[in-house]
């Protein structure tokens, strides 16, 4: 069983970055699909950005939500166990606390079919 932990967060103005990581514990990164989700007060928790497991001709295949394409960028680094999440060009409208979470199978873009969670991580941007 992986334990993640996400750091990065924290209030930023509109145009601003942050980068997020998900420290993962117990098992390597290297074992799973992640990704990254986010919640809103009041809304769903909704998919981000996701990172398949193994590589497809050398790369990761990487995955986003329509709306963070171009400004956010997923990555893995399995000799760190980490995961990113850089976030560039920052809206109001991407506060919410963002979760890392961590799936055995292939990269998925639903938060049910992640096994494992972190606590999240707060990014409120200002406008």
């Known amino acids: 069983q992986v334990q993640l932990v996400e750091s990065g967060g924290g209030l930023v103005q509109a145009g601003g970055s942050l980068r997020l990581s998900c420290a993962a514990s117990?098992?390597?990164?290297?074992?799973?699909?992640m990704g990254w989700f986010r919640q809103a007060p009041g809304k769903e928790r909704e998919f981000v950005a996701a990172v398949s497991r193994i590589r497809v001709n050398t790369y990761y295949q990487t995955y986003y939500q329509d709306s963070v394409k171009g400004r956010f960028t997923i990555s893995r680094d399995n000799d760190k166990n980490t995961v990113n999440l850089q976030m560039n060009s920052l809206k109001p409208e991407d506060t919410a606390v963002y979760y890392c979470?961590?799936?055995?199978?292939?990269?998925?873009?639903?938060?049910?079919?992640?096994?494992?969670w972190g606590q999240g991580t707060q990014v409120t941007v200002s406008s």
């Open positions: 117990g098992r390597t990164v290297a074992d799973y699909a």
């Open positions: 979470a961590a799936r055995s199978l292939v990269a998925a873009t639903r938060a049910g079919d992640y096994d494992y």
